[in-house]
T-cell receptor
Framework: AQSVTQLGSHVSVSEGALVLLRCNYSSSVPPYLFWYVQYPNQGLQLLLKYTSAATLVKGINGFEAEFKKSETSFHLTKPSAHMSDAAEYFC???????????FGQGTRLTINP | DADVTQTPRNRITKTGKRIMLECSQT?????MYWYRQDPGLGLRLIYYSFDVKDINKGEISDGYSVSRQAQAKFSLSLESAIPNQTALYFC???????????????FGPGTRLTVT
């Protein structure tokens, strides 16, 4: 069965430091992959998506993610964290032939001043 | 105006009461979804619908029912609310599949439901 694993339910970084949020998927064929962000008291907003074109995908707010087939990973990064990046982040995958996306458990990102 | 709207945004109700959460969308998407979010459990799919006549159970449908009144409207009902249904509920829409892959979903702002 397809699945998505986000390593680390909580990640804490200092303002200005690198942000790295990990996502691994389980699928025998490369899926479409998505990162969503959820700010407090809001719905999920799409950050970026991989749809089998370029493996390095740039999204909004300075985030990017790289699809690595050999590692079945799609980690989210941002070179320099900002206080406004504090939120919960969800990775999701859409496998060919499946009827719906599968979401990871989420990672809560805290930014320390 | 928001593309996906949910009403109410907050609701407190008592055990045993019937409650309906409503979702409307202006994106023109055929596919609509209902999720609940609980701390530490991520998003769990309750029901989904691919068109007005196609409704499917998700992973946690017990205690819930849905109605797809039109392409743009998808309602979630709790026939007899219980405290462990206290959660944040999200509606989402999708244009469907691209090259056979399920595509991105667009989420509403959520309804915070408390059952006392």
């Amino acid at each position: 069965a397809q699945s998505v694993t986000q390593l680390g339910s909580h990640v804490s970084v200092s303002e200005g430091a690198l942000v790295l949020l990990r996502c691994n998927y389980s699928s025998s064929v490369p899926p479409y992959l998505f990162w969503y962000v959820q700010y407090p008291n809001q719905g999920l907003q799409l950050l970026l998506k991989y749809t089998s074109a370029a493996t390095l995908v740039k999204g909004i707010n300075g985030f990017e993610a790289e699809f690595k087939k050999s590692e079945t990973s799609f980690h989210l990064t941002k070179p320099s964290a900002h206080m406004s990046d504090a939120a919960e982040y969800f990775c999701a995958c859409g496998i060919q032939g499946a009827q719906k996306l599968v979401f990871g458990q989420g990672t809560r990102l805290t930014i320390n001043p | 105006d928001a593309d996906v709207t949910q009403t109410p945004r907050n609701r407190i109700t008592k055990t045993g009461k019937r409650i309906m959460l409503e979702c409307s969308q202006t994106k023109g998407h055929d596919r609509m979804y209902w999720y609940r979010q609980d701390p530490g459990l991520g998003l769990r799919l309750i029901y989904y619908s691919f068109d007005v006549k196609d409704i499917n159970k998700g992973e946690i449908s017990d205690g819930y029912s849905v109605s797809r009144q039109a392409q743009a409207k998808f309602s979630l009902s709790l026939e007899s609310a219980i405290p462990n249904q206290t959660a944040l509920y999200f509606c989402a829409t999708s244009e469907g599949a691209i090259a056979g892959h399920p595509y991105e979903q667009y989420f509403g702002p959520g309804t915070r439901l408390t059952v006392t």
